[in-house]
T-cell receptor, first 113, second 115 residues
Framework: QKEVEQNSGPLSVPEGAIASLNCTYS??????FFWYRQYSGKSPELIMS????GDKEDGRFTAQLNKASQYVSLLIRDSQPSDSATYLC?????????????FGGGTRVLVKP | DTGVSQNPRHKITKRGQNVTFRCDPI?????LYWYRQTLGQGPEFLTY????????KSRLLSDRFSAERPKGSFSTLEIQRTEQGDSAMYLC?????????????FGEGSRLTVL
């Protein structure tokens, strides 16, 4: 079992719709969770972090965390073509050195005009 | 804040040659990380420095790989006797000291192609 798992996609959504991305993790005691966006040929950039159960909203993005189910999700509302990218779920393991993160394989999102 | 800088951005080499990548982190960041990313995969952790000390190395980092951060500022990643399987994007990231929010700031990466 991979430490962090994501559906590779592509997830195709029409412009203006909600994109829903899911991520599961294996380390039950992980405390910190992140979503990074990576455009093709570019480096990952942080878009959301979440540390406690529930929802966290930032603009059009909402992260959801359920530690009991070891599940993190990202919702993108009013999806735009510029949201087309790969979204990486990252987890900081409990005994991580520094701020070391473990990444999932990413979900590719395609927003169609 | 000029961000994390990596060079060269692209490197094409023949199998068996040695290559070296350089990373200049954000100036006030004590922590520096190297990751490797292949097409369609997420970044895989290679190694981590706190100042000049290399505190963790992944088992992915074979004996052909060595990383240094001699003065706690820039870092180098050297791959000796390159193999075709080493072809990947090598990403450097840095972060602040302390627990913080865990944000890693990534450089644009160094893409290695081994022929």
């Amino acid at each position: 079992q991979k430490e962090v798992e994501q559906n590779s996609g592509p997830l195709s959504v029409p412009e203006g719709a909600i994109a829903s991305l899911n991520c599961t993790y294996s380390d039950r005691v992980s405390q910190s969770f992140f979503w990074y966006r990576q455009y093709s040929g570019k480096s990952p950039e942080l878009i959301m972090s979440i540390y406690s159960n529930g929802d966290k909203e930032d603009g059009r993005f909402t992260a959801q965390l359920n530690k009991a189910s070891q599940y993190v999700s990202l919702l993108i509302r009013d999806s735009q073509p510029s949201d087309s990218a790969t979204y990486l779920c990252a987890v900081r393991p409990f005994k991580a050195a520094g701020n070391k993160l473990t990444f999932g394989g990413g979900t590719r999102v395609l927003v169609k005009p | 804040d000029t961000g994390v800088s990596q060079n060269p951005r692209h490197k094409i080499t023949k199998r068996g040659q040695n290559v070296t990548f350089r990373c200049d982190p954000i100036s006030e960041h004590n922590r520096l990380y190297w990751y490797r990313q292949t097409l369609g995969q997420g970044p895989e952790f290679l190694t981590y420095f706190q100042n000049e000390a290399q505190l963790e190395k992944s088992r992915l980092l074979s004996d052909r790989f060595s990383a240094e951060r001699p003065k706690g500022s820039f870092s180098t990643l050297e791959i000796q006797r390159t193999e075709q399987g080493d072809s990947a994007m090598y990403l450097c990231a840095s972060s602040r000291n302390g627990l913080g929010d865990g944000e890693l700031f990534f450089g644009e990466g160094s893409r290695l192609t081994v022929l």
